[in-house]
């Protein structure tokens, strides 16, 4: 699939799910999914109460309310959102060049949509973390997710092909990688019912300590910081304990002392102010780990052909300015 199909894919999304009107709940005033809760809710004067045995007692404060949306038996992972919503989970920063990918892909969905479609990005971790965004695009908990491919390095060997440390060491090097990888990637998602958008690549890994390093060696005994299997892996062949911490909880866990160095590159270290907690840095180039953004394959297979044409155009546009060695780092650089 090419980069140029991931606006229809959106639409796609956009036409396929079926959403509930959405009302206000009669007890909580929240908006909710009302095709359900107005026949599910019973309102007594002194004990509301949801039919079929769960009680409440008249609690007006917000976090009760919230409880009570979540519990009308919707079933429903729209509750609250409108039609024309979708959300995008990512793990990265505000400020991290992919998530400024992603800001500027979710603009041109609903610019090639006419408004029909809006994603709304949860950066930062805020909505689900790495490690849960690509089980959740495939139970349907999120409909989008971006990830990093080589997490899921012990669900398949084949996501871990772009974190070998000397074998693509350059983004020309890194591309050239990923599109003889991506004919695999694409199968291996397919039969698990997602489907991929386009991918992104990571800067060169380099290390980051505590302290001068003379050589790897140096690192014997060390708290480093592993994001994937094959960063821990690495760690344990230079004799350091590998400790997984995701990437918005970093600089805290080098300040707490949970970690001691790590491998990771530049975007991570500019992300998280890494000269406030770290004194050195070498840039070893080891690799480029792939971004990935994928959706459901579902969605994507019951696009209407119109549909196709109509989206194809932005998508295009959008894509030449999203390069993964061009468009995307000037965006960081800025």
Known sequence: MTATRAVMTLIKLHLSFDYKMSINCQYSGLPCCGAICDLKWRQGPDNPELIGGENFSHDSTQDTARRRLWRCACGDSHIGRGPNQVDMPSPWADRNFHTVNVRAFAAEVEKATGGKLAITVHSNASLLKL??????????????????????????????FDSVPGL???????????NAARPQLESRFAKQGLMMLYSVAWPPQGIYAKKELASLADLKGAKFRAYNPATARFADLMGASPITVQAAEVAQAFRTGMAESMISSGATGVDTQSWDYLTHNYDLSAFLPQNVVVVHKAAFDALPTDVQRNGATMAAEWAARAGADAAVLEAYRK
């Open 131 to 160: 490690p849960e965004i690509k089980r959740g695009v495939q139970t349907g908990q999120v409909q989008i997710g971006e990830t990093l491919i080589s997490t899921l390095g012990n669900e398949d060997a084949m996501f871990a």
């Open 168 to 178: 693509a060491t350059s983004h020309d090097a890194a591309r050239k990688l990923y």
